[in-house]
């Protein structure tokens, strides 16, 4: 390959002999979208759609003018700002086929980025613009600062208590979105849609849960304009999309000829399913794919009960054994065996009738995708935030089977697992594992705990409910957590349940 060229909008016709680029009109005056939490994810699927949309793939409509301006509201963001400046706010993705096939494609439809961290204005500007219609996020499940048992918004957070008495100095996302929300109300303009892209069953009723019971306190005025005039639809969004590597990096200039900074890798498959309910208007995503349904709930809780929770448990599971990646784990027969017992025997029956979707077709298809051996998703990233995700993962299906008489074995293990990967933080071989959750001290200190009090660990009531107080479940979770503690070895007690 040629000598790498440097990804701008000043070379893309000499990018474009070595793969696709855009050939639309890029402008920031038509960022009609405001995206905040410009990760990996983001770029691999609203972005990569409007893109597609943009390119005129499905339609021979003339080319919308809609743009995304990014919003990083963290320090961890300053890198990608710094990338994208350089790079006209271009990037490229990876598509990463099980044949070992890669399609790179340059995508162009962000075209703006802001930080908000030191200077909140041009941020709340944007967002308050006439232009903007929808402020859509991926801001993970954290991000929505919530009990996971009570589902109560966390008013001790420092930075929430910051916004409520400098409202004009927000730190988080609702300290945003209720100032550019004041700007249109005051202005007389329509509010935007707010359009949750996170994995969080009913995420758009969450989002506008938490938005209202931050604005309630801090402008009761301004809440019940929200409340009336701001619509916040329900979404299931799908794409394995894993951390970029610098082996990507290295790829993508030796073997494309593009010198990334930033580029995404995805898998093919792609996914968006969202109730048609917006306050100002929508691109047509529809032409491009995209499902647009009145009722998201059944479609949410497939994907979060079957995929989110199938890579939760080969992330825990495959974390404790050794195992560096999902794909890794989908080369051994033991983690195909029980992964596909969980889905089958506690996650499937209590999903019901899905229109349009044939459940062991889909459950296949997990499979197939889990097993990609060119995405390499590794288990610390599976693992991240556990705390997060598994209240809304798997947590839940266990509470429906206790409540139905169903089977919960293959889940109890995983929170075993759970108890083992937060007390040793290492695998079984005391390799160390590289932890990363915003609780990890509570996780910590309350795994250490059992071995005075063999329920300590569930009653962390904020991730787990009452279950410490069901028989049925602590008898099982006890007599695993021992057998896993005493005998290191994860694979004995999987191959025990099967």
């Known amino acids: 390959m040629e000598t790498p060229i440097q990804l701008n909008q000043a070379n893309l016709a000499a990018i474009g002999t070595r793969i696709p680029v855009p ?45 995304i301006c990014g919003i990083g509201l963290r320090e961890a963001d300053t890198n990608l700002y710094d990338i994208f400046k350089t790079q006209d706010h271009l990037y490229t993705l990876m598509v990463k086929h099980p044949s070992g096939k890669i399609d790179a494609e340059v995508i162009g439809s962000i075209v703006d980025f802001k930080l908000g961290i030191t200077d909140p204005e041009p941020v709340i500007a944007r967002m308050a613009h006439a232009g903007t219609k929808i402020v859509s996020l991926t801001i993970t499940e954290g991000g929505y600062n919530f009990n996971p ?57 969450m989002a506008r849960k938490m938005l209202l019971a931050f604005a309630e306190v801090q402008d009761p005025e301004l809440a019940t304009w929200i409340a009336q005039e701001v619509c916040f639809p329900n979404s299931m969004v799908d794409r394995i999309t894993p951390v970029t590597t610098a082996a990507d990096i290295e790829s993508l200039a030796q073997n494309y000829g593009v010198q990334d900074g930033w580029p995404v890798t995805c898998e093919p498959f792609i996914q968006w399913v969202v109730e048609d309910k917006f306050s100002n208007g929508r691109p047509a995503f529809e032409k491009v ?59 499937t029956p209590i999903l019901g009738n899905i229109e349009g979707i044939d459940l062991e077709d889909y459950k296949n298809s997990l499979l197939e995708r889990f097993a990609n051996p060119n995405i390499k998703d590794s288990v610390s990233r599976i693992c991240s935030e556990s705390s997060a995700k598994l209240p809304k993962f798997l947590i839940p299906t266990i509470h429906e089977n206790l409540a139905t008489g169903g089977s919960i074995k293959f889940a109890t293990l995983v929170i075993a697992a759970w108890c083992y990967y937060s ?76």
């Not at 609203?46 to 080319?63: C, D, E, F, H």
Request: glycine share 8%; charged share 20%.
């Open 149 to 205: 048992t009570t589902g109560v918004f966390n008013f001790d957070n420092p930075d929430i208590q910051h916004e409520l008495q400098n409202p004009n100095d927000p730190k988080t996302v609702y300290g945003f979105l209720t100032a550019a929300l004041k700007r249109r109300r005051d202005g007389s303009l329509p509010a935007f849609t707010v359009l949750s892209c996170d994995n969080i069953e009913h995420n758009g009723d």
């Open 289 to 347: 794919g995209v499902q647009f349904v009145a009722d998201v709930g059944p479609y949410e809780k497939m994907k979060l009960r079957l995929l989110n929770a199938g890579h939760s448990v080969l992330g825990l599971l495959g974390a404790l054994h050794g195992h560096p990646t999902i794909n890794v784990c989908m080369e051994d027969e033991t983690f195909v065996s029980y992964l596909g017992a969980f889905l089958d025997q506690e996650a």
């Open 23 to 67: 050939k639309y009109a890029r402008s920031e005056a038509n960022a009609d979208i405001v995206h905040i939490g410009v990760g990996g994810f983001h770029r691999s699927h609203l972005a990569y759609y409007l893109n597609q949309l943009k390119k005129g793939a499905g339609t021979s409509a003339p080319v919308p003018p809609t743009g």
């Open 423 to 498: 007390d040793k933080q290492a695998d079984q071989n005391g390799q160390p594992l590289e932890i990363i959750d915003a609780m990890q001290d509570e996780l910590y200190q309350a795994a250490k705990e059992t071995t005075n009090n063999s329920l300590a660990f569930l009653q962390l009531e904020s991730l787990f409910g009452g279950l410490s107080g069901n028989e049925r479940f602590a008898s099982c979770y006890t007599a695993m957590r021992q057998e896993l503690f005493e005998t290191n070895d994860i694979k004995k007690l999987m191959q025990d349940l099967l």
